[in-house]
């Protein structure tokens, strides 16, 4: 166990956890909201670092990253715990994990794991996903200044859920974001998530403005978050916000953990994705086998510059510097 960053001593051996907007008030032999972090005896110990639950090699368009390396693969890592509650999960078993369900853990330190991800052949880098990667902050940390030691690339697959200083020193050493905007609506976050979508929105600004690379994530879930006028307005926000070349995934929900609701019907993902493409220059849909919606087109004249079938990927019109080779547009930030 390691002491944790970013936290206050309080009187009678409490603390508060300052990582994100929360603030757990946490009495002594406690956990805080995202039960990764624990007040032991006044110190504040992050019981998840180097406790890896999940690792696995994986393309990047999974994370998903499509305008990141495309066609590239990732070692991905992840441990147990998250800052929010959702209660469509759809990786519960690892992001509210609490001794309910099975999972193995591996320990390894950030010396460990980037000398693995060297390893791997022809391997980009570390994706730090699967649960809130934000609750293991002080492993990232260490661990992704380590990786891009050795040159290699970093990634951040996050809720979005956190406060502007830790970001500060994640954006550092981190070189790509995929951040899940639930939806577009205080109401929702408060009602499905138990959190708040402001400081979401302040961590993708944030992100954008950093000139890191930003994709962005929307779960689509059948009466909860698919009306147009607020889909609209969140497509809106991106392209004022981040600019119409930010990258938007829609993704369909199936149901998971405490939300046993119908599976997002195609026909919504295909108007919503219609809505989004009036606003944005790229959008796609996951969770969903169909590859028109998937592939990359030049905004300026339409050439099909990258063609995905699940995760199989071909380059046909994009050049190693991400422009489109009959307009010479950019397009891909890293290629």
């Excluded at 369900?101 to 052949?121: D, G, R």
């Excluded at 499905?192 to 690379?213: F, N, R």
């Excluded at 929307?218 to 147009?228: G, Q, R």
Aim: charged residues 20%; negative net charge; proline residues 5%.
């Amino acid at each position: 166990m390691n002491e944790a960053l970013f936290y206050s001593k309080l009187d009678d051996n409490h603390v508060q956890c300052m990582l994100c907007p929360r603030y757990c008030h946490i009495e002594p032999g406690y956990f805080g909201n995202c039960h990764a972090r624990k007040n032991c005896d006044g110190q504040l110990i992050s019981t998840v670092y180097g406790k890896l639950a999940a690792i696995n090699t994986d393309p990047i368009e999974k994370k998903p990253l499509y305008h990141f390396f495309p066609g590239r693969e990732i070692l991905s890592v992840g441990t147990t715990g998250c800052n929010l509650h959702c209660i469509f999960c759809q990786n519960f078993t690892l992001s509210q994990y609490d001794n309910h369900y099975p999972v193995t853990i591996k320990n390894s330190t950030p010396e460990e794991l980037a000398n693995q991800s060297m390893a791997v052949v022809k391997n980009l880098g570390v994706a730090f996903t699967y649960n809130e990667p934000f609750v293991n902050f002080e492993f990232m940390v260490k661990a992704s200044e380590l990786i891009k030691q050795n040159n290699q690339q970093t990634v951040m697959v996050s809720n979005g859920y956190m406060n502007a200083e830790p970001l500060s020193i994640l954006l550092e050493n981190i070189d790509a974001f995929n951040i899940d905007l639930k939806a577009f609506s205080e109401k929702f976050y408060r009602k499905y998530s138990k959190a708040t979508l402001k400081p979401v929105l302040e961590t993708i600004q944030k992100i954008a403005q950093s000139g890191k690379h930003l994709e962005i994530t929307n779960l689509v879930i059948p009466t909860l978050n698919d009306e147009d006028d607020e889909f609209e307005k969140m497509c809106d926000w991106i392209a004022n916000e981040t600019g119409k070349n930010t990258v938007l995934h829609l993704s369909r929900f199936f149901p998971r953990y405490e939300l046993n609701q119908y599976p997002t019907p195609v026909e919504t993902l295909f108007h919503l994705y219609d809505v989004a493409k009036k606003k944005l220059n790229h959008v796609y849909i996951g969770n969903l086998a169909t590859e028109i919606h998937s592939n990359t087109y030049c905004p300026t004249c339409k050439t099909m510059l990258i063609e995905r079938t699940y995760y199989r990927v071909k380059l046909n019109a994009i050049d190693s510097d991400g422009k489109c080779t009959t307009c010479g547009t950019p397009v891909i930030s890293h290629c």
